[in-house]
């Protein structure tokens, strides 16, 4: 049976929670700008559904209702 080295081992193991801390910020921030991204999607997708629920209360106009109705017969 082989000794084992627990300095190297623990230092191997250290190594490799650093490298793993030192990716984490950037997966973070890769998943956060996806998110956003998402978020930003799914706002504009609403925004435009409501758009295009409000449009007719906006356009119409009374005037033009009553200027047909007023206007003189030939």
Request: glycine share 2%; charged share 20%.
């Amino acid at each position: 049976m082989l000794p084992l080295d627990i300095t190297a081992i623990d230092q191997h193991a250290r190594h490799l929670r650093a490298a793993d801390m030192q990716r984490n910020p950037d997966r973070m921030s890769a998943q956060m700008r996806l998110y956003g991204q998402l978020l930003a999607a799914s706002l504009l997708t609403g925004l435009i559904s409501l758009s295009e629920i409000l449009r007719p209360l906006f356009s119409w106009n009374p005037q033009a209702a009553f200027s047909r109705r007023h206007a003189p017969q030939p």
